[in-house]
């Protein structure tokens, strides 16, 4: 099992995620294909339908007629009615691609038309987001938080996976993330998918990391106004001023 510490050391390697989020590997989502179980997320076939895995939920296909996904967690909620996702993060050579999310508020919510949420593919793990430099843990298995969160530092998110081992984004490939912008610029909006079951060697995972899904949403503080005095104000200030100098040369001119 990793420890979290771990997944710190090799930072230089991560696409560390700035708020708002920018990164060099996102790739322009296409069309899901349907290839076979063990290449990128985006295509996988899923153990819960040929059509569910993550790449057609963020498109609206999955749950569709003739598209359908038996595992539709949280909740029965598919088809997907959001806005569609443009971009995803993609490794280099079409591997997966670990993240952290920078310091800032953010926000968490279900996708659009999902009314429920908690478990995760209907069990009752742990998951939820950890803090980059203290470790700890937060937990979002009973729901998500119903206000944004300020994060001080860099943070991600975890899940226990059904092999007993913790998998943590900075780390390891168990989670996927859509954004909302052209490629190169995932904006300030992501879709976050988890994948629950080991998806190493010999893991058994089908991949398609929508054992749960959720929207994460980066909250800049509200912008500072430069205050601009009101001509009336700049009048009185300019006569202020006009009368002070007069004393001043008055002064001067009785020395």
């Keep these: 099992m990793r420890s979290i510490k771990e997944s710190f050391y090799g930072l230089a390697a991560l696409a560390v995620l700035a708020s708002p989020m920018t990164a060099q590997s996102w790739t322009a989502i296409g069309s899901p294909n349907n290839v076979s179980a063990g290449q990128q997320f985006w295509d996988n076939v899923s153990a819960d339908g040929t059509y569910c895995n993550s790449g057609y939920v963020v498109t609206g296909l999955a749950g569709t007629s003739g598209k359908s996904c038996a595992n539709q967690r949280p909740g029965n909620w598919l088809p997907y009615g959001g806005p569609t996702p443009t971009t995803y993060l993609e490794g280099a050579g079409g591997g997966f691609q670990a993240f952290l999310f920078g310091a800032g508020s953010y926000s968490f ?147």
Excluded: C, H
């Excluded at 987001?129 to 969160?149: E, K, M």
């Excluded at 913790?166 to 190169?184: C, E, I, M, R």
């Design 109 to 255: 919510s279900l996708l659009s038309g999902n009314l429920a949420g908690g478990d995760i593919a209907g069990a009752n793990t742990d998951w939820g987001y950890y803090d980059a430099s203290t470790s700890l843990r937060t937990s979002l298995n009973g729901g998500l938080p119903g206000s944004p969160i300020t994060f001080g530092g860099n943070w991600g998110l975890y899940v226990l996976l059904t092999n007993g081992n913790y998998a943590y984004s900075g780390l390891d490939n168990q989670f996927a993330l859509f954004g909302f912008a052209p490629p190169g610029n995932a904006g300030s909006n992501w879709i976050a998918g988890i994948e629950d079951i080991y998806t190493g060697a010999g893991g058994g995972s089908d991949k398609d990391y929508q054992d749960m899904m959720f929207n994460i949403a980066y909250d800049p503080p509200a912008n500072t106004e430069e205050v601009v005095p009101e001509p009336s104000t700049m009048l009185l200030f300019g006569t202020g001023l006009a009368g002070v100098l007069g004393k001043v040369r008055r002064r001067r001119s009785t020395v």
